[in-house]
């Protein structure tokens, strides 16, 4: 019985790659014959079955910017660079979906250069480096019941700081990838609430403006704008990174 479990498991795994590997494909044919909206379903397709899909994610926000859905685009764009944060084409196509919404600004990461170093590394790296300091914390506590010396109090402190430093790394960079503190405004303009009960300010946000999530109230999202304002919108309307 088990083993029939296991045989149907990997053959509908099997079935789902050829499927998504069969709509990625679609997709490249669709994008190369400029039919970006059959393109972008393909791609979809493909996220839907795999969403760390990374070429499937920069594909679908390069159709979206060649089908003038530049919140779309950046979204995608987004996503992707936040898997491969050093890719400068990525970086120039949010540049070109600015301009195309009539901005004129660059993109920048949203996230600190030492949180990108820490999540380029990723968590396995991090963990394999807590457990070497963790074992050498080990050595050193063992050698200082053999044989105590002057400063090995002191390196057993460093290693026991850099063995929790290393778990902390790991624990930021595995929930990097499932983090939703970013979003991207995708709709032509949403309106800005004073409050939950739905009085609405004079202001709004365009397509394209990136925010960041603070809290979720009754109603409504608390974000900070990217001055460092903050606003109160509707969830729905912003899609997250």
């Given at each position: 019985?088990?083993r ?7 053959a509908?795994?099997?079935f789902?790659?050829l ?6 494909e679609k997709?490249?044919?669709?994008a ?10 393909e791609f979809?397709?493909v996220?839907e ?5 990374e ?10 910017l ?6 779309k ?8 660079l936040?898997?491969?944060p050093?890719?400068e084409?990525?970086?120039t196509?949010i ?11 660059t993109w920048?990461s ?7 170093l820490i999540?380029?590394?990723g ?6 480096l ?5 074992i050498?914390?080990?050595?050193m506590?063992?050698?200082s ?5 002057k400063n090995?109090l002191?390196?057993?402190l ?8 290393c778990?902390?790394?790991a ?17 032509k303009?949403?309106p800005?609430?004073a409050n939950?009960?739905g009085?609405l300010t004079?202001?709004?946000l ?5 925010v960041?999530f603070?809290?979720k109230t ?15 919108i ?8």
């Amino acid at each position: 019985m088990i083993r029939l479990i296991l045989t149907l498991f990997f053959a509908l795994s099997c079935f789902t790659s050829l499927f998504a590997q069969e709509s990625f494909e679609k997709g490249l044919n669709f994008a190369q014959a400029k039919k970006y909206t059959l393109a972008i379903r393909e791609f979809k397709s493909v996220l839907e079955t795999n969403p760390a899909n990374e070429s499937a994610v920069y594909n679908l926000g390069n159709c979206y910017l060649h089908n003038k859905e530049n919140g779309k685009a950046i979204l995608y764009l987004e996503k992707y660079l936040k898997l491969n944060p050093s890719d400068e084409e990525a970086m120039t196509k949010i540049d070109q979906a600015y301009l195309q919404l009539g901005l004129n600004k660059t993109w920048n990461s949203a996230y600190s250069t030492s949180e990108i170093l820490i999540f380029q590394m990723g968590p396995n790296t991090w963990v394999i480096l807590s457990i070497v300091f963790s074992i050498l914390m080990s050595w050193m506590i063992f050698l200082s019941f053999k044989q105590a010396r002057k400063n090995t109090l002191a390196i057993i402190l460093l290693l026991f700081v850099l063995t929790i430093s290393c778990l902390y790394g790991a624990f930021s960079s595995n929930n990097y990838f499932e983090d939703e503190r970013f979003a991207i405004v995708t709709e032509k303009s949403i309106p800005i609430f004073a409050n939950d009960l739905g009085e609405l300010t004079q202001n709004s946000l365009n397509e394209g403006t990136r925010v960041e999530f603070i809290s979720k109230t009754k109603t409504n999202i608390k974000v900070r704008l990217e001055g460092g304002k903050t606003a109160l919108i509707k969830s729905a309307s912003v899609e997250f990174i």
